[in-house]
């Protein structure tokens, strides 16, 4: 007599837990949170511009002795042409800070090293574009993470003050496993971006640093075009 008793009170305890856990499977494609998709974004944003800033530095940084060697042995041989043209065929911002140079060399000195520091207010800033976006989502994402966590566990808990007594282990682990998710892929992206920002932040300053040796040079470059220019024997009439 007592053996099917006790089955029979356990079957309704049974059969709760058994529906509760079949909710909270059925739940769990949207059991993340706002909060988790909300970081999802974040990290394929950032991931776009990761990307989108190594193939602009891939392009626009060049060799840049190789590019100043060919335009020098154009101007030696007084064709300005030719050498804008190699400043237009050539990508990246130390072929037009030696444009600039090179279209200002009859205007005297200051005034090319004028049109190259306007070159350069307009390049650097292209440069650093989108960093500052990096550098923010390194700092919000752990805190976006946390709140997800906060938010996470404090579903778990009202779940379990609002129902009957108890829940299933699936019921309780969802918001748990919302709070280990939010703070996790908060974690990894913040840890994503600061690197990514410090690596394309040291890609910048490599293109700087070649941008001012560029600059230096092709002041010589002009210079000597002009003094030589002006050591030509006036024309025979």
Sequence with gaps: MTFPVLLAAAAPTNGT?????????AAAPGGFGILFWLLAILAGVALSVIIERLLYY????????????????????????EAISICDATPGPVS??????????????????????????????????NLPLLATFAQIAPLVGLLGTLVGIGGTFRR????PGFAAPAELFAGVWQALYTAGLGIAIAAVCYAAYNYLVARV??????????????????AQGAEAGGAKPPAMP
Excluded: C, Y
Aim: charged share 30%; no cysteine.
């Design 17 to 25: 837990a058994a529906t509760n856990a079949v909710q909270a499977e």
């Design 58 to 81: 891939h392009r626009v940084q060049i060799d840049s002795a190789q590019f100043l060697a060919g335009v020098r042995n154009v101007l030696k041989r007084d064709n300005v042409i």
């Design 160 to 163: 379990l003050q609002t129902g």
């Design 96 to 129: 037009r800070l030696v444009k600039a140079a090179i279209l200002n060399r009859d205007a005297g000195r200051e005034r090319i090293q004028e049109s190259i520091e306007e070159v350069g207010w307009i390049e650097v800033p292209r440069l650093e574009a």
């Design 205 to 222: 300053n490599a293109v700087v640093l070649d941008m001012e040796r560029a600059s230096a040079e092709a002041m010589k470059m002009v």
